[in-house]
């Protein structure tokens, strides 16, 4: 009788943990798989001239998709009305028509960073140089 009373207390408690941890880890790989859903990679690029100085792949939600949200998140940036003046300590020189210019996917960007939309797997590259 002892038995099967310490048999049935081992049964539930191991039943119960297996229905607790498997409602658990469903749990966390539901909120991963959210999360992946809800997030884009976009591949960064800094150049000076036709050197490449950096280059960082950067996670950012769907909802933020501007090329300034992973833009921000990757390094220190200052702009301003859109226009990208510093990445990174490395600043602009309108005197010597040094600036900012950016492509995405190969093409000349059409609107300001803080406007401009990336999709998923999106090829940013920021250069510094002489625009003439």
Do not use: H
Not at 111 to 129: H, I, M, P
């Amino acid at each position: 009788m002892k038995n099967n009373r310490r048999f049935s207390l081992f049964f539930t408690i191991v039943a119960f943990l297996t229905l607790v941890l498997t409602g658990c880890s469903s749990n966390n790989s539901s909120n991963a798989k959210n999360t992946t859903k809800n997030q884009i990679s976009v591949n960064y690029t800094l150049k000076e001239g036709k050197k490449t100085v950096d280059t960082k792949t950067v996670k950012i939600p769907k909802k933020k998709a501007k090329v300034i949200t992973g833009l921000k998140k990757a390094w220190k940036v200052q702009e301003t009305k859109g226009f990208v003046t510093a990445i990174d300590g490395k600043k602009q020189n309108p005197k010597k028509k040094i600036y900012w210019t950016y492509t995405i996917n190969g093409k000349w960007a059409s609107k300001g960073v803080d406007l401009q939309s990336v999709a998923n797997k999106d090829k940013v590259k920021f250069t510094l140089d002489k625009v003439k």
